[in-house]
């Protein structure tokens, strides 16, 4: 015989697997195009986080936006983008969970000539708020880091054309 709350509890939990899942891409996506309504939505209002093992922390929305945003602006020749896996999700209650997150960040600053690549952890709480989950609280600790010199390196990329035009070493692959 089918225990049907069992079955109800795992679809339920399941669903908040995929729900978290996709908020968390959501985030990254947002703040690779700079999207700041998509990103603002992601948060919760008390929104706490400490990224690069602390050194940003922040425990206002606002002031987390604007760093974000500002941080990964297009128009600032900046090219970054995250991708997200690998997750350990918790659920702690129907409202509540933790996860953590194996993450690649590669930031391409095309005005200062440098590439910064990173592999990280996140470790990440969420809060279910009138149906939707956000996150509460987010950061990440390193485990390496490494900055690339563009001026000094050949590189063969495709890529938008501000980033392969003359200097900075570039130049589109064939």
């Known amino acids: 015989m ?3 709350e069992e079955l109800e509890r795992q679809v339920a939990e399941l669903r908040a697997f995929e729900e978290i899942k996709s908020l968390k891409y959501r985030y990254f996506r ?4 700079s999207d700041y309504d998509t990103l603002k939505e992601t948060l919760t209002e008390d929104v706490v986080t400490s990224y690069s093992d ?10 987390l936006l604007t760093f974000l945003i500002d941080s990964h602006d297009p128009d600032a020749q900046i090219i970054a983008y995250w991708m997200a896996g690998m997750p350990e999700i918790t659920l702690e209650t129907e409202r509540s969970a933790t996860a953590i997150w194996a993450m ?3 930031f391409f600053n095309k005005a200062q000539g440098f590439v910064d690549e ?3 952890y996140y470790d990440d709480r969420y809060r279910r708020e009138d149906g939707i989950w956000r996150i509460s ?3 990440y600790t390193r485990v390496i880091n490494q900055i690339l010199d563009r001026r000094e390196m050949p590189y063969k990329m495709k890529a ?3 980033a392969v035009e ?6 589109l692959g064939s």
Do not use: C
């Open 54 to 63: 602390g050194e940003y922390v922040f425990a206002d929305r606002e002031k």
């Open 2 to 4: 089918v225990d049907l």
């Open 30 to 33: 947002a703040m690779t195009y």
């Open 104 to 106: 690649y960040h590669s």
């Open 166 to 171: 003359s200097g900075g070493g570039l130049s």
């Open 137 to 139: 609280e987010t950061g």
């Open 160 to 162: 938008p054309s501000w």
């Open 118 to 120: 990173m592999f990280v």
